[in-house]
């Protein structure tokens, strides 16, 4: 893999961590949010319904004075009250507000938490129509929560893809010599001396392709010398095979005189003749078989 997308990789890991571990903290927060929100919710309506429980009064008027304490919570955001028969069957019920963006199943699953309720004996003489329960729905409040989430991981992911392609252009700008500096390598170690590499990016960078800058223009040099001196070795051997087949042709030739001849003089080589002439024959094409050393 090549050394940017390994950086790139090793980026993207580390955002994924960071992300997992903003998640665990954004999932703390949102449980205790929920959890306070809830406890708060129960205790406001409980002192509400002691306060409203007190001034009912028996009379004609009785059950719609209870009524009318259990549709004071229609519109809660947090709390639902239901006036419950002595056999605990639903008489009437408060309409909860419904969440404007609700919460995803598992979402709910992870931070409702225990149920939370309260239940009220009516005074006497009226407990004849049951009792007041009070409890929380956290509906609306995790869908609070979810929307925090929702714009938190936007902007959490915006900036992991902002950084990513910050990281990727710098690296891209940084590490290009290097891929050229690959090349180069690959070129000098198929023999090709003259390759080069732009002297650009950070320092540290820098330092590295001008060493092989002067390195790949020695390695040059010395490969032009060594070039030249192999062909003049050619040279050489090949001379001095000449002049020893010269030498060698000259030790065939007959000896003579070692006296200095004259400007003047004119030396005559005798004719050779044979060693062995052949008997005449009957054959007019008869030669003369001659052993001489060759010249």
């Given at each position: 893999?090549?050394?940017?997308?390994?950086?790139?990789?090793?980026?993207?890991?580390?955002?994924?961590?960071?992300?997992?571990?903003?998640?665990?903290?954004?999932?703390?927060?949102?449980?205790?949010?929920?959890?306070l929100e809830m406890s708060s919710a129960?205790?406001?309506?409980?002192?509400?319904?002691?306060?409203?429980?007190?001034?009912?009064?028996?009379?004609?008027?009785?059950?719609?004075?209870?009524?009318?304490?259990?549709?004071?919570?229609?519109?809660?955001?947090?709390?639902?009250?239901?006036?419950?028969?002595?056999?605990?069957?639903?008489?009437?019920?408060?309409?909860?507000?419904r969440p404007t963006d609700p919460p995803?199943?598992?979402?709910?699953?992870?931070?409702?938490?225990?149920?939370?309720s309260r239940t009220f004996d009516l005074?006497?003489?009226?407990?004849?129509?049951?009792?007041?329960?009070?409890?929380?729905?956290?509906?609306?409040?995790?869908?609070?929560?979810?929307?925090?989430?929702?714009?938190?991981?936007?902007?959490?992911?915006?900036?992991?893809?902002?950084?990513?392609?910050?990281?990727?252009?710098?690296?891209?700008?940084?590490?290009?010599?290097?891929?050229?500096?690959?090349?180069?390598?690959?070129?000098?170690?198929?023999?090709?001396?003259?390759?080069?590499?732009?002297?650009?990016?950070?320092?540290?960078?820098?330092?590295?392709?001008?060493?092989?800058?002067?390195?790949?223009?020695?390695?040059?040099?010395?490969?032009?010398?060594?070039?030249?001196?192999?062909?003049?070795?050619?040279?050489?051997?090949?001379?001095?095979?000449?002049?020893?087949?010269?030498?060698?042709?000259?030790?065939?030739?007959?000896?003579?005189?070692?006296?200095?001849?004259?400007?003047?003089?004119?030396?005559?080589?005798?004719?050779?003749?044979?060693?062995?002439?052949?008997?005449?024959?009957?054959?007019?094409?008869?030669?003369?078989?001659?052993?001489?050393?060759?010249?």
């Open positions: 893999m090549p050394l940017r997308r390994r950086l790139l990789a090793l980026v993207a890991l580390v955002l994924g961590l960071c992300l997992i571990g903003g998640s665990a903290l954004n999932y703390w927060y949102g449980l205790r949010k929920v959890d129960i205790e406001v309506a409980a002192s509400a319904v002691s306060d409203a429980l007190l001034s009912v009064t028996s009379g004609t008027d009785t059950s719609a004075q209870v009524q009318r304490i259990v549709a004071s919570f229609d519109g809660d955001r947090h709390v639902i009250a239901r006036l419950l028969s002595p056999d605990k069957k639903v008489i009437s019920s408060s309409a909860l507000e995803p199943q598992w979402l709910y699953w992870l931070l409702s938490g225990e149920p939370r005074p006497a003489g009226l407990k004849k129509f049951g009792t007041l329960e009070i409890s929380a729905d956290s509906h609306n409040e995790i869908g609070e929560v979810w929307e925090d989430l929702k714009l938190k991981f936007l902007i959490i992911v915006s900036f992991c893809a902002i950084v990513l392609a910050l990281i990727y252009a710098t690296l891209g700008w940084a590490l290009r010599p290097l891929e050229q500096l690959s090349i180069a390598l690959k070129r000098v170690g198929e023999g090709d001396y003259t390759a080069h590499v732009a002297e650009t990016g950070p320092e540290d960078l820098k330092l590295i392709y001008q060493s092989f800058n002067r390195m790949a223009a020695r390695k040059d040099k010395t490969s032009v010398l060594t070039s030249s001196f192999r062909r003049y070795r050619k040279k050489s051997v090949r001379r001095s095979r000449e002049t020893s087949m010269m030498k060698s042709d000259r030790s065939c030739l007959p000896s003579t005189s070692m006296r200095k001849p004259s400007l003047f003089s004119l030396h005559v080589t005798p004719p050779r003749t044979c060693s062995n002439a052949a008997k005449p024959s009957g054959n007019p094409f008869s030669t003369c078989k001659c052993i001489c050393a060759p010249f």
